[in-house]
């Protein structure tokens, strides 16, 4: 079994939830709080995982949610799946961030692939989480429908979690694609990087929550309960609000606000 990166409450039935950047952005934690004001015979364990690795988990029954970002490309073999169940909950977007001097002149790009594509050009550091998360399908993606096939010195991967791989490179003055409530958070500790490019269609990023069809244990169950706490108006206030506070503006958007842009 995995080992729990952190642990919610004190209940014996424990609900486990795998997922990345909304564990370690803390939304995880506070809706945890929040659905265990009343149900408290329950605890949450939070496992580090990126989406590949998440769903992984789920499938195999090491984990019993999976709140993950899926890729465009990926979603309709992902979505056929017919052992999980899913519903969107939230979303952000993706930003490519680079050396405050752009040597790619990034931020005059018409397009994320022609974004990628200067950074190829001139080899400028790029640094790549290769870890099948979310962000690295939505990397390879992008870099598919390019010329380029990255590799060689200036490719640097880092088989990290978003905010390592931030900091990773802002230490190398490299660029990075990583999502945007990510970059509200850390970007006073990455003096070397700015925000170059944003607003591409492609770089929207839903967040989906998966469970597996079943509902014969008693974790199951509770993970069907816990999903629909967060599509409740509950929760999604909850999401929609959450950052606000500090950041004067909420790290994620609600699903509706997600679904509107998906489905115009």
């Known amino acids: 079994m995995e080992c729990a990166t952190e642990i919610y409450g004190s209940g014996k039935t424990r609900l486990t939830v795998a997922t990345g950047s909304p564990g370690e952005l803390g939304l995880l934690r506070v809706m945890a709080e929040l659905f265990l004001q009343d149900n408290k015979s329950v605890s949450i364990a939070w496992i580090k995982a990126g989406t590949g690795r998440s769903l992984s988990l789920l499938k195999t029954c090491q984990v019993d949610l999976a709140m993950v970002h899926v890729p465009f490309e990926k979603q309709p073999i992902i979505f056929a799946d017919t052992g999980l169940k899913r519903s969107i909950i939230a979303g952000n977007e993706f930003y490519l961030v680079g050396p405050r001097g752009d040597p790619a002149q990034v931020r005059y790009a018409h397009s994320i692939e022609d974004a990628y594509s200067r950074i190829a050009a001139k080899k400028c550091p790029f640094i790549s989480r290769g870890d099948?998360?979310?962000?690295?399908?939505?990397?390879?993606?992008?870099?598919?429908?390019?010329?380029?096939?990255?590799?060689?010195?200036?490719?640097?991967?880092?088989?990290?979690?978003?905010?390592?791989?931030?900091?990773?490179?802002?230490?190398?003055?490299?660029?990075?694609?990583?999502?945007s409530s990510t970059w509200a958070v850390e970007k006073p500790h990455v003096m070397n990087l700015s925000l170059l490019y944003r607003g591409d269609s492609a770089l929207l990023n839903p967040?989906?929550?998966?469970?597996?069809?079943?509902?014969?244990?008693?974790?199951?169950?509770?993970?069907?309960?816990?999903?629909?706490?967060?599509?409740?108006?509950?929760?999604?206030?909850?999401?929609?609000?959450?950052?606000?506070?500090?950041?004067?503006a909420p790290l994620y958007h609600g699903a509706s606000f997600i679904r509107n842009l998906l489905e115009p």
């Not at 069907?224 to 950041?247: E, P, T, W």
Request: proline residues 1%.
């Open 132 to 179: 099948d998360s979310g962000t690295h399908q939505t990397e390879m993606a992008i870099w598919h429908r390019t010329q380029y096939h990255p590799g060689g010195s200036w490719y640097i991967i880092s088989h990290d979690f978003m905010t390592a791989s931030l900091l990773l490179a802002n230490s190398r003055k490299a660029y990075f694609m990583l999502d």
């Open 207 to 248: 967040y989906h929550v998966f469970i597996r069809s079943a509902s014969i244990t008693e974790e199951e169950k509770l993970a069907r309960k816990f999903r629909s706490f967060l599509v409740s108006m509950r929760g999604q206030q909850l999401i929609g609000a959450y950052g606000c506070d500090i950041y004067d």
